[in-house]
């Protein structure tokens, strides 16, 4: 079993930036890749970026150059810098984990990007 916890949303003006942060606890070592997803209202939760083991990282034509995914192994965290924030940005952001047999969630953080 793996837990994960995210912080770092909240408001932000557009243009500005905002760095989510996912801690992973539990059977960390079992984890092949790691990343975020993001759900807006009424729309499908898509991938933004994923991290994994022996693969170039992907990241969604609509952030890459604007968001960066980055992982702290010391502290079983994983990141996802988001600049020029568009407010087409605005959803709630999952933190994702899976291992051989299944896929983490956390409990998802909301990133809002408004004047």
């Known amino acids: 079993q793996v837990h994960l916890v995210e912080s770092g949303g909240g408001l932000v003006q557009p243009g500005g930036s905002l760095t989510l942060s996912c801690a992973a606890s539990?059977?960390?070592?079992?984890?092949?890749?790691m990343g975020w997803y993001r759900q807006a209202p009424g729309k499908e939760r898509d991938m933004v970026a994923v991290a994994a083991r022996g693969t170039p990282t992907k990241y969604a034509d609509s952030v890459k150059g604007r968001f960066t995914i980055s992982r702290d192994n010391a502290k079983n965290t994983v990141f996802l810098q988001m600049n020029s924030l568009k407010p087409e940005d605005t959803a709630v952001y999952y933190c994702?984990?899976?291992?051989?047999?299944?896929?983490?969630w956390g409990q998802g953080t909301q990133v809002t990007v408004s004047a």
């Open positions: 994702y984990a899976e291992d051989a047999d299944y896929d983490y």
């Open positions: 539990g059977n960390i070592f079992s984890i092949n890749a």
